[in-house]
């Protein structure tokens, strides 16, 4: 880990798993900021155990880097999100980390907005960018509902601090964390690491959100920090959006009970169940007649019932034995 004397003042995280085709555009992205004279930063990308050319790609990239500030790569063989994300925090030299998907295409003055917003909110453990969706096909017309899970955030164009009690905090996509607060606040071992092939169990951003802001750190919107989301159209498609929402189902319990007194967790367990319950029959009465034919309609069942089943599954598959 890099000492306190080789602080820079803000890193851009790249987690990748085969972003060869998306990373040439964010890169360029990057590149061409602006208003950063000031400020002292660096790109990294954290090759999540990629089986594409994105290690040759980054390679060849370096190889002709002009920048002022660093372009790094380090491999993360574990798999997951949340592997990549705690290696990038290792890794990384500044106070302030921006995590970057390799699909999110942040405006011109991303980075600049990022750093700006840290010194005007010193308390500001985490905070999310505005995100808009750049979809490769329109939508269903009632996908709007669904449209917030894709990490797509548009609160308006004013901050806003996301309140505990509200259950409601931004996505990982355009987030920047304070080191300090990370370092403050995230166990060693979480119990969510986020996808892989084969597990659709997600929601580490979450977790990693709730702890922040469990210790006190104040997390914010920051809509001056715009990013697009590139979403192709697979992403529209039953066969992703299904199993996408079951894994944001099953993990609910996690992302539901980081804050909850371990005294209090079964009346909390009980009253979640009775709510979820009333959610799905809610539901189908609603929409019984949707739910073979509707994809939004299927979705929300899916989460819903999920939900219910969460604390069963991470029971049974071991998930809740890791301490975080």
């Keep these: 880990m890099p000492s306190m004397s080789d602080r820079l003042d803000f890193t851009v995280a790249i987690p990748t798993y085969n972003g060869e085709h998306r990373l040439p555009e964010l890169l360029k992205r990057l590149r061409n900021q602006i208003n950063t004279q000031n400020i002292s ?11 594409d050319n994105t290690a040759n790609l980054i390679q060849s990239i370096q190889q002709n880097w002009q920048c002022p500030y660093p372009l790094k790569y380090y491999f993360e063989e574990k798999q997951g ?6 290696r990038a925090v290792a890794e990384s030299q500044g106070e302030l980390i921006g995590f970057l998907d390799d699909d999110n295409y942040p405006t011109t003055t991303w ?20 995100i808009h969706p750049a979809w490769e096909i329109t939508p269903p017309k009632n996908f709007q509902r669904l449209a917030p899970f ?4 548009e609160r308006g164009d004013s901050p806003l601090q996301y309140a505990a009690k509200t259950k409601l ?11 300090q607060a990370w370092l403050d606040s995230i166990p060693a071992q979480l119990i969510l ?33 715009e990013i697009y989301h590139q979403i192709p159209s697979s992403r529209l498609q039953k066969a992703y959006l299904i199993p996408f929402f079951r894994g944001i189902g099953l993990s609910r319990y996690v992302t539901r009970m980081v804050s909850i007194n ?47 089943y969460s604390p069963f599954y991470l029971w049974k598959h071991g998930y809740l034995g890791k301490k975080s």
Aim: with cysteine; net charge neutral.
């Design 41 to 51: 930063w660096e790109i990294i990308v954290v090759d999540n155990n990629s089986t």
């Design 81 to 86: 999100a949340g592997y990549a994300r705690q």
């Design 111 to 130: 980075v600049a907005a990022a750093y700006a917003f840290a010194q005007q909110h010193p308390n500001a453990g985490a905070y999310g960018s505005q």
């Design 150 to 153: 894709l990490a797509i955030t």
């Design 169 to 179: 905090l931004p996505p990982s996509a355009g987030l920047v964390v304070r080191r």
């Design 193 to 225: 690491t986020g996808r892989v092939p084969g597990n659709m169990l997600t929601s580490e951003d979450l977790e990693m959100l709730s702890h922040i802001q469990k210790h006190g750190w104040e997390i914010w919107y920051n809509p001056d920090m």
């Design 262 to 308: 371990p005294w209090y967790k079964p009346f909390y367990l009980v009253a979640y169940m009775i709510n979820d319950l009333r959610k799905i029959l809610t539901h189908l009465l609603k929409y019984r007649a949707n739910l073979k034919h509707d994809l939004v309609v299927a979705c929300e069942m899916q989460l819903f019932v999920s939900s219910l």
